[in-house]
């Protein structure tokens, strides 16, 4: 994981230092902002540079792949009990935010959609181990489990945008595809501990 780490700390010392630099020629050139830029309706300075750090460093050459790798990465090592640096995704999630301007583009096309795809299988993978060895009333407590931790994850150091999707994913993969099983696993389903009134402290709702 150091590798990973010094790759994203480098990546974010260059993106304060062109955040800095930008701040800068924007206020050398703040009267052209004000009057050429809203006269002629085009981008104004920031934003080129917001631009120009999108398309010739994070979209040059690997980095692109890479950064989505590592990010893909940290939060897979995460979900396996490692500890990782949470500060490090932060920032990186923030920073294709801000170069989306005004958009969730850049964040959706270079994590967001690719880390909802790669949940998905995880979750997938993961309710047939967590069927294949635990009773129903144990499974559903898994399940719960796991929401709340994709939805603190999100919230923590992803955008918090991404709580719903990241939420639906693991209700798609962990209850409504496994819905039937739940209800009628032999012993300990749903149906059974209704009929043997084993519900309390057990939060089946969700399969009502």
Known sequence: MSLNNNF???????????????VMIRDILMYMDRVYVQQNNVDNVYNLGLMIFRDQVLHHGQIKDHLQ?????????????????????????????????DSRTVYEEDFERPFLHQSA??????????LGENSASVYIKKVE???????????????KSTV??????????????????????????????????????ERITFVA
Not at 8 to 22: E, F, I, P, V
Not at 166 to 191: A, D, F, P, R, Y
Request: charge should be negative; glycine fraction near 6%; proline fraction near 1%.
């Open 8 to 22: 994203l700390q480098t990546l974010n010392q260059a993106w304060n230092d062109h955040q800095t630099s930008m």
């Open 69 to 101: 790798q590592t990010l893909l990465d940290m939060v897979m090592c995460e979900r396996k009990g490692e500890v990782v640096d949470r500060g490090a995704v932060k920032n990186a999630c923030q920073m294709l935010m801000v170069l989306g301007i």
């Open 121 to 130: 299988e995880f979750f997938r993978l993961e309710s047939q181990k967590f």
């Open 145 to 159: 489990a796991r929401i709340n931790e994709e939805a603190e994850r999100a919230a923590h150091y992803l955008d």
């Open 164 to 201: 719903n999707p990241i939420i639906g994913v693991v209700e798609k993969e962990l209850i409504c595809k496994h819905m039937k099983t739940i209800v009628e696993m032999e012993n300990s389903g749903v149906i059974h501990m209704l009929k043997n009134h084993k519900t309390e402290g």
